[in-house]
T-cell receptor, first 115, second 110 residues
Framework: DGGITQSPKYLFRKEGQNVTLSCEQN?????MYWYRQDPGQGLRLIYY???????QKGDIAEGYSVSREKKESFPLTVTSAQKNPTAFYLC??????????????FGPGTRLLVL | KQEVTQIPAALSVPEGENLVLNCSFT??????LQWFRQDPGKGLTSLLL?????REQTSGRLNASLDKSSGRSTLYIAASQPGDSATYLC?????????FGTGTRLKVLA
């Protein structure tokens, strides 16, 4: 059964703590994306990766970091520098980053809350 | 800078009505436009993708149109059902990135 998995479903962060959100896909997609969704707002792009060992900043990358060591995995770390991390985080993938015919597929999301 | 707007922000209709959701974008240089559905607390599900060279796409009771020159897309839902209640988001694709609208929250009343 192909798809994208995200874990955990809920994550609690203490002040000053770094936390890592997991995203795994078995769709054999080259491109992966991380988005942040706040209530009443659309999705905003944090980072994206077109291929293994390469990633680019999106529109709101400050306070976040990523790695892409394997094709199927694209973890997101929310660092202590991110002062307002409470949000719903969504991971997505597509077969290629370029091109007009590429559908984005989304994971179920991780809700991050600050204690 | 590309901006995507969806109107209305919320919509409530009785079951069985045909309805139209609107999406507008400021830069016509797009690769494609995609419509998604999002249920509360869940990820996004792709409904329809329209490539920049296409004018419309259909899937079941859903029909999406694209007019690049005017920067507009519409999602038509025929014979709405309570199960259609969700937030609908449109997104336009540039070279590498998607820009999302804020969505239309739809409630279909039984």
């Amino acid at each position: 059964d192909g798809g994208i998995t995200q874990s955990p479903k809920y994550l609690f962060r203490k002040e000053g703590q770094n936390v890592t959100l997991s995203c795994e896909q078995n769709l054999n997609h080259d491109a992966m994306y991380w988005y942040r969704q706040d209530p009443g707002q659309g999705l905003r792009l944090i980072y994206y990766s077109q291929i293994v060992n390469d990633f680019q900043k999106g529109d709101i990358a400050e306070g976040y970091s990523v790695s892409r060591e394997k094709k199927e995995s694209f973890p997101l770390t929310v660092t202590s520098a991110q002062k307002n991390p409470t949000a719903f985080y969504l991971c997505a993938s597509s077969r290629l980053a370029r091109g007009e015919g590429e559908t984005q597929y989304f994971g179920p999301g991780t809700r991050l809350l600050v204690l | 800078k590309q901006e995507v707007t969806q109107i209305p922000a919320a919509l409530s209709v009785p079951e069985g009505e045909n309805l139209v959701l609107n999406c507008s974008f400021t830069d016509s240089a797009i690769y494609n436009l995609q419509w998604f559905r999002q249920d509360p607390g869940k990820g996004l599900t792709s409904l329809l993708l329209i490539q920049s060279s296409q004018r419309e796409q259909t899937s079941g009771r859903l029909n999406a149109s694209l007019d690049k020159s005017s920067g507009r897309s519409t999602l038509y839902i025929a014979a709405s059902q309570p199960g259609d209640s969700a937030t609908y988001l449109c997104a336009v694709k540039g070279t590498y990135k998607y820009i999302f609208g804020t969505g239309t929250r739809l409630k279909v009343l039984a």
